[in-house]
C-alpha cells in the first residue's frame, strides 16, 4: 500500500509544481493567491476524511505545538509563492531539497542524532547541486527569488522540526486540512486579505491552474504523510526524491524549461543519491 501513495504522490506533486508556476503567471497579489489556494485546497482534501479512521489527540500540548508549526509553514508557503514566480519551476524543486540539510542539522544539534558520515556526504551532495544550478561563468548566479527561497525552506524545516509524528494523532486528512486552512488564516490576517481580492484573483487568474494546484496539494500531502506512515523512511525517502527528476523532465516538456537541463539533470540525480545514503 506505501507504493502506492508513493506513486500517487510522484503524480500530484508533479501537478503542483507545474500548476503552481502557471497560476502565478496570471496572479493579482501573491499573498491573495496563497490563501485561495490553501482555501481550496484544505476544504477539498475534507472528502476524504470518511476514508480514515477519525480521531483527535487530546493532550493540548499537540495543539499548541501544531500551531506553532503551522505558523512557520504559513510563512513558508507565503514565500513560496513570491519565489515561484521568479524561478522556474524545476529549479525550485530543487532548491526545496535545502530543506533536508536543515533537518540533518537539526538532527545533529536538537534530536542529539549520531554524527554519521553518510548524512554530511548527503547534504554536501545536495548543497553542490545547489550551487551547481547557479553556477555561471566563475560566479553563482543568487538572486532574491534563490534568497526567499532559502529563508522559505528555513521557516518550513522549523515547522516541520516542531511538527513531527502529531500527523499520526489524527484523522490524515483532517490534519492536511488544517495545514492549509490555518496558514490561510494566518496571512489573511498579516496581510490583510480581503475577501473582495480574493474574488478578483480567482476572476482574474488561470482558473484551471488555480483548481489544479489547489486539488492536488491536499492530495499530495496526505500520500505523502500516509507513505511515510506505512512504509520505512528509508524506502519512501528516495522514492519521493524521484520527484525531482520528474519535475525537470516535465518542465522541459510542458513549460519549455530548457535552460541549464544538463546541470538539472545532474542535480536531480546527486539529489536522489543523496536521500539513498540518508
Given at each position: ?123 554536501a551532495l545536495i548543497l553542490f547541486s545547489n550551487i551547481l544550478i ?41 490534519y492536511v486540512a488544517l495545514s492549509l486552512l490555518l496558514p490561510a ?40 504523510l500516509r507513505a511515510y506512515q506505512l512504509g520505512e523512511v528509508t ?44
Open positions: 500500500m506505501w507504493l502506492i501513495f508513493i506513486l500517487l504522490y510522484l503524480c500530484f506533486t508533479v501537478l503542483f509544481t507545474q500548476f503552481y508556476k502557471i497560476a502565478t503567471k496570471s496572479s493579482v497579489r501573491h499573498g491573495t493567491l496563497t490563501v485561495l489556494l490553501q482555501l481550496i485546497g484544505g476544504i477539498s482534501v475534507l472528502l476524504l476524511c470518511p476514508l480514515f479512521s477519525f480521531r483527535l489527540p487530546k493532550d493540548p500540548r499537540v495543539y499548541i505545538a501544531l500551531g506553532v508549526a503551522v505558523f512557520f509553514y504559513a510563512i513558508s508557503d507565503r514565500i513560496n509563492t513570491t519565489v515561484r514566480s521568479g524561478i522556474e519551476a524545476s529549479t525550485y524543486n530543487i532548491i526545496q531539497q535545502l530543506s533536508t540539510i536543515f533537518m540533518i542539522l537539526a538532527g545533529l544539534f536538537f534530536f542529539k542524532e549520531p554524527f554519521l558520515l553518510s548524512k554530511i556526504i548527503s547534504a547557479f553556477y555561471k561563468r566563475g560566479a553563482v548566479g543568487v538572486n532574491k527569488y534563490v534568497l526567499l527561497a532559502i529563508c522559505s525552506n528555513l521557516a518550513f524545516t522549523v515547522g516541520l522540526f516542531l511538527d513531527v509524528n502529531i500527523s499520526e494523532l489524527f484523522n490524515l486528512p483532517f488564516l494566518f496571512i489573511s490576517l498579516f496581510e490583510r486579505i480581503r475577501i473582495s481580492w480574493i474574488r478578483e484573483e480567482w476572476e482574474q487568474g488561470n482558473k484551471r491552474a488555480i483548481l489544479t494546484t489547489s486539488l492536488a496539494w491536499g492530495v499530495m500531502l496526505v500520500c505523502l524506502s519512501v525517502a528516495p522514492l519521493c526524491a524521484v520527484s525531482v527528476m520528474l519535475n525537470v523532465i516535465v518542465g522541459y516538456v510542458f513549460l519549455g524549461e530548457k535552460d541549464s537541463l544538463l546541470k538539472k539533470l545532474i542535480a536531480a540525480v546527486l539529489i536522489i543519491v543523496s536521500v539513498v545514503l540518508m
